[in-house]
């Protein structure tokens, strides 16, 4: 196991920055999980930190071993770093064990400890049974645990994982995810997970870079992500946020601060001491938003759509101060309001965002 060290890390194609001076520290032991929309330079870094690609600037260490700067560049095979691939990339006509055995043999070990040491690799993915079967015999999640078995047998200091349940059904996918969890548990081998999906990276991930044009936002656990996005943009991405402007009516203090959002008074979490602004924004989510009470203050607007999602609604909203801005409510059923028809809705709660931050 090893730390992973990622120092102002930048990689240029011609006159397009890929990645934009991105720092991270990922501890020994830690399940990071690389999150961002396509095209925000996750696969990118991957390949910086595997070395199939070199660093344009900037340097990446494992544990206290320089791996990747300007001047220097330590070859893939050398650098202790195990990849499972989203495609598994089984040789179609060995066997499991003698897929998993493969980089073993090529190293040059014995038959005895190479046998040992799979058979060690397939107890750990719960695979035993399947040393002997071709991959073809196998369902999706079992090739992926192949291949994860595949990468362990190597005992690499660090594990990148790129989007491996990607080709998985939902229900694989939700298996798959308790296995990888599992696994984490077990070993405490430090992991790197590349994805774009959202569930993904919360359920599994004890930390979550969030990644955009290169740049990143913000490096957090899933629930300050959701609670207190650093940007604009991640309070947009994350958890579907709707990012509005806000009318600071006071500091903050104790976390929160008195605030009003398209006329409607509002008390908003935001960082402590934080200077009132009139210019500020607002992360609001559909829990944060409740059709008016009898006398509460609201956004007076039109309900234009209802969707059933079985066992509730979700009312779509919009404030006459803003008609191209969409607020989506989640009501129980029987719907206590027609589409098309006049409300009030109240805020009761959201975040400040922080200005000009990425944390």
Not at 124 to 144: D, I, K, W
Not at 269 to 298: I, N, T
Not at 316 to 340: N, Y
Request: net charge neutral; hydrophobic share 45%; charged share 25%.
């Amino acid at each position: 196991m090893a730390g992973l060290k990622i120092d102002r890390v930048t990689r240029q194609f011609s006159d397009f920055k890929a990645l934009k001076e991105v720092s991270l520290d990922v501890a020994d032991g830690e399940f990071l999980a690389v999150l961002g929309p396509s095209g925000c330079g996750k696969t990118t870094l991957l390949r910086l930190i595997a070395g199939f690609d070199k660093v344009t600037g900037g340097a990446i260490w494992l544990d206290d071993r320089l791996l990747s700067d300007t001047r220097s560049h330590v070859a893939t095979e050398d650098r202790g770093v195990g990849i499972v691939f989203q495609s598994y990339a089984l040789w179609p006509h060995m066997t499991v064990a003698e897929n998993v055995a493969y980089g073993l043999e090529v190293a040059g070990l014995g038959r005895a400890q190479r046998d040992k040491r799979v058979n060690e690799a397939l107890e750990l993915v719960g695979l035993t049974q399947y040393g002997g079967r071709m991959p073809a015999m196998l369902s999706g999640g079992q090739r992926q645990r192949v291949a994860l078995a595949r990468c362990l047998v190597m005992e690499p200091g660090l594990v990148l994982l790129d989007e491996p349940l990607a080709n998985l059904d939902v229900h694989l996918r939700a298996s798959m995810e308790e296995e990888f969890r599992r696994f984490h548990e077990r070993t405490g081998t430090t992991m790197v997970y590349i994805t774009h999906d959202q569930a993904e990276a919360m359920a599994l991930a004890d930390r979550i870079a969030v990644l955009d044009r290169g740049v990143l936002e913000q490096v957090a656990s899933a629930s300050t992500l959701y609670r207190e996005p650093a940007t604009e943009m991640v309070a947009g991405f994350v958890g579907q946020g709707i990012v509005v402007p806000a009318e600071m009516r006071g500091a903050g203090h104790g976390g929160t601060c008195a605030a009003s959002v398209f006329g409607a008074p509002a008390t908003l979490r935001c960082r402590p001491g934080m200077p009132a602004r009139a210019g500020a924004k607002a992360c609001l989510r559909s829990v944060d938003l409740a059709f008016a009470a009898p006398g509460e203050a609201g956004m007076s607007g039109t309900v234009r759509r209802l969707i059933y999602q079985g066992g509730f609604f979700r009312a779509e909203f919009h404030p006459d101060a803003s008609p191209g801005t969409a607020f989506v409510l989640e009501v129980p059923e029987p719907a206590p309001i027609e589409a098309g028809a006049r409300a009030s809705v109240a805020v009761r709660g959201g975040w400040i965002i922080p200005e000009g931050e990425r944390r």
